[in-house]
């Protein structure tokens, strides 16, 4: 009887110990190679469906998935550099807006189909200051790899993309050209015309 | 599928036919960057950026209203395995020039590789038609004179936009010489050529279409990918992504230094005071930049053109010295 009591104790332990822990990992920090490939399988899923979805399907779909796994916010505001501090708190607002659409909008253009796609994790490493990059490759059946390296920080706690570099090309500091010298020459309305003009193409196609 | 920002390429590499032109291009853009423009210089590595703007629109032009027909042409009259074999034909002649490079910049194992690909794919794969060499497991191998000059230690120079060749650098140019030169397409008939040149355009399809999807201005855009690109195939994709991380840990708020950007120009808009390309738009009119790195130019074409005349005088003198001395 004692027996029976102290093995149901030790079961109602291990189930209870099993919760906790399953619960702590669920809500503690997420390493930054788990946020990357969390975001890389939900792309993944996506393109599977990318066909029945449809450009508005595949939009609604990876907006979360983006919004959570990179900071657009910050992304927003190193792709316009030094002019951020020239821009109104309003101006601001509506360019981390329109720029995190259009970053959703170019994920759900540019993955809309399947044809045996799949991520592959490399290797990770820290940087100096505190960041971590993720390598990865995307394997394509009947063509080259395409290697994407995925430059995170930490916020809060959990991680956030902040670069993704394609085959050595920089995402952030090919937009970060390209912004600064539009809102130099063009000014601020040009450059937010420009970014729904290109968000309306991608809905378009 | 996926659109791949591969490479820059703006237009049809027509390199054979304008070998030539590339040669006096080299002599004059190495007078360019001796006469140094300093105070309109917005852009370290893009100092004739207002010209190169017009030489990629008109490049562009060329494009739309040339070579894009033409390709698409091509394309829709070829089937695609034919398509498939004249890529394979070509890119397997490229490999004579891979195994070169691969040789002048000591990577000794890479080009026995390239070799064994080069040897299998002209044997086995019907004179290149067929790339059986990737089956086996050799990958192309990306290599030019221009990464050899990298690997030199030569420096890479302002970006340039060539007319009808598209984006390069003042290195890119004598590079391009050598890459044409060491090319066995530059020696067989027109024709061929023909081929060639619809074949690079038709391959390029995919980086100019995802140019014009992806890019609010397709200029900066070009030249960004372009020399990122290059440089990634220069150091072989080691230093950039190192470089990459480091910058971007910096909040650029708080730094003085253009570090986020950090691509190949990044120090470009560093070495730029905050609003100053601001102030040069509103003050000076954009025709009157134009025209001033039009004369820049013409400037560098002078000296270019004096620094022969006093070699020439200097030979005569030689050589008049030398009949006294009789």
Redesign the interface.
């Known amino acids: 009887m004692i027996l029976k009591n102290m093995k149901l104790a030790v079961v109602f332990m291990f189930l209870l110990f099993g919760a906790v822990s399953a619960f702590a990992a669920d809500e503690g920090a997420a390493t930054a190679r788990q946020v990357v490939e969390k975001f890389q399988a939900d792309l993944i899923a996506v393109m599977k469906e990318g066909k029945k979805l449809g450009y508005a399907g595949r939009y609604e779909r990876l907006k979360d998935p983006v919004s959570n796994s990179h900071e657009l916010t910050k992304i927003a505001r190193i792709v316009v550099g030094k002019e951020w501090e020239k821009l109104s708190e309003e101006q601001q607002q509506k360019l981390v807006d329109v720029f995190s659409r259009l970053s959703i909008a170019s994920y759900a253009h540019n993955f809309k189909d399947y044809s045996g796609e799949s991520f592959v994790f490399d290797s990770e490493e820290e940087t100096t200051r505190g960041g971590v990059v993720v390598h990865s490759h995307l394997v394509i059946p009947g063509d080259k790899p395409v290697k994407f390296d995925y430059m995170l920080k930490e916020k809060g706690n959990s991680w956030r993309i902040i670069n993704i570099i394609a085959n050595g090309v920089s995402d952030l500091a090919l937009k970060r050209s390209e912004y600064t010298t539009i809102l130099q020459r063009e000014g601020f309305d040009t450059l937010i015309n420009k970014i729904n003009e290109k968000i309306d193409n991608y809905s378009k196609q | 599928?996926?659109?791949?920002?591969?490479n820059g390429k703006r237009s049809v590499k027509m390199q054979q036919i304008f070998s030539g032109m590339l040669i006096g291009a080299a002599i004059t853009l190495g007078g360019c960057a001796t006469t140094e423009v300093v105070e309109h210089v917005e852009n370290k590595i893009d100092p004739y950026e207002n010209f190169n703007r017009k030489i990629f629109i008109f490049n562009d032009g060329v494009d739309n209203y040339v070579a894009e027909p033409i390709s698409n042409a091509y394309k829709w009259i070829t089937p695609q395995f034919m398509q498939t074999g004249v890529f394979n034909f070509f890119n397997n002649l490229k490999n004579v020039n891979v195994v070169i490079n691969d040789v002048l910049q000591a990577k000794f194992a890479q080009s026995a590789e390239d070799t064994g690909r080069l040897a299998i794919n002209t044997t086995v794969g019907v004179g290149g038609l067929f790339d059986v060499a990737k089956h086996v497991g050799l990958?192309?191998n990306e290599e030019d004179f221009d990464q050899t000059l990298a690997v030199w230690g030569v420096p890479q120079g302002s970006y340039l936009v060539l007319p009808f060749l598209g984006p390069s650098t003042a290195r890119g140019i004598p590079g391009a010489v050598f890459d044409t030169a060491a090319n066995p397409i530059t020696y067989v008939g027109m024709p061929v050529q023909l081929v060639a040149m619809l074949n690079a355009r038709a391959s390029a399809e995919g980086a100019l279409k995802f140019i014009d999807?992806?890019?609010?201005?397709p200029y900066?855009?070009t030249?960004?990918?372009f020399l990122?690109?290059r440089?990634?195939?220069a150091t072989d994709?080691k230093s950039?992504?190192s470089t990459?991380?480091?910058a971007?840990?910096?909040d650029?708020?708080d730094d003085d230094k253009?570090t986020?950007?950090?691509?190949v120009?990044?120090d470009?808009?560093a070495s730029n005071k905050?609003g100053f390309?601001?102030r040069l738009?509103a003050d000076t009119k954009k025709i009157e930049q134009v025209s001033y790195s039009f004369s820049s130019v013409a400037q560098s074409f002078d000296s270019t053109a004096k620094s022969f005349e006093d070699a020439g005088a200097k030979v005569d003198e030689l050589t008049k010295s030398k009949k006294y001395r009789r």
């Open positions: 599928m996926m659109n791949r920002p591969h990958e192309q999807e992806a890019a609010l201005d900066v855009f030249r960004e990918s990122q690109w440089n990634n195939l994709g950039e992504v990459d991380i480091d971007l840990g910096d650029p708020l253009d986020a950007g950090q691509g120009s990044a470009a808009d905050p390309a601001l738009d």
